[in-house]
Nanobody, 123 residues
């Protein structure tokens, strides 16, 4: 089992920045990728960014490329999502997920999820 706890969400004005954290604990030895997803009211959960747990591979959705950066600190078992130039359309609950698979752009392969953290961007 892997436990994931997100933090760092909040209310920010358009153009501002937030940094989300996802702390992992438990049996992380089988984790290959960590990902961030988001879900706005009435919409499906969508992929934001992912990072290989060991290695340098990263992926990001086109909608956030150039604005969001995913990184990790293996010593702290923590993955970060630095969000800059935030827009009102970035408003959503942001979830961290962990997967032992190598397919990272969809929710299905992720075996573990955090509880989510709310990000609200005001115009």
């Amino acid at each position: 089992q892997v436990q994931l706890v997100e933090s760092g969400g909040g209310l920010v004005q358009a153009g501002g920045s937030l940094r989300l954290s996802c702390a992992a604990s438990g049996r992380t030895v089988n984790t290959n990728f960590m990902g961030w997803f988001r879900q706005a009211p009435g919409k499906e959960r969508e992929f934001v960014a992912a990072i290989r747990w060991i290695g340098s591979n990263t992926y990001a959705a086109d909608s956030v490329k150039g604005r969001f950066t995913i990184s990790r600190d293996n010593a702290k078992n923590t993955v970060y999502l630095q969000m800059d130039s935030l827009k009102p359309e970035d408003t959503a609950v942001y979830y961290c997920g962990a997967t032992s698979k190598f397919i990272v752009l969809a929710t299905g392969p992720y075996e573990y999820w955090g509880q989510g953290t709310q990000v609200t961007v005001s115009s």
